[in-house]
């Protein structure tokens, strides 16, 4: 699910062309044969399909290591009771994490 938002957000927000990371594996394998599984992930993994392929989206996979803010940010929403959207600015809580993976 928090793919398809990431992406249902980047094509919202006129955010395209995209690359699109994931640290979940198996989804991105998934999405990236583009064979719908006939399991309870099914639905979203075809929403996920119609999608990227309607725009110019990348799914790609990125170990947890390699995103510290993702995961962080990750942590700060299963904690939130309301969806949070940042466009030109960041919690204070991945503010440094940030900064840090900007390039020099």
């Avoid at 979203?44 to 799914?59: C, G, K, Q, R």
């Avoid at 995961?71 to 929403?77: G, I, P, V, Y």
Wanted: aromatic share 4%.
């Amino acid at each position: 699910m928090t793919l398809l938002c990431g992406i249902c957000g980047a094509v919202a927000a006129g955010l395209v062309p995209a690359i699109v990371e994931s640290d979940a594996k198996v989804v991105v394998d998934t999405v990236n044969l583009g064979v719908v599984p006939s399991t309870d992930i099914g639905n979203i993994i075809a929403d996920i399909l119609y999608l990227i392929h309607s725009n110019p989206i990348t799914v790609s996979f990125a170990p947890r290591i390699a995103n510290s803010v993702a995961h962080s940010l990750a942590k700060l929403e299963i904690s939130s009771t309301e969806d949070n959207v940042w466009f030109e600015s960041c919690p204070p809580c991945v503010e440094k994490l940030v900064q840090a993976d900007m390039p020099l």
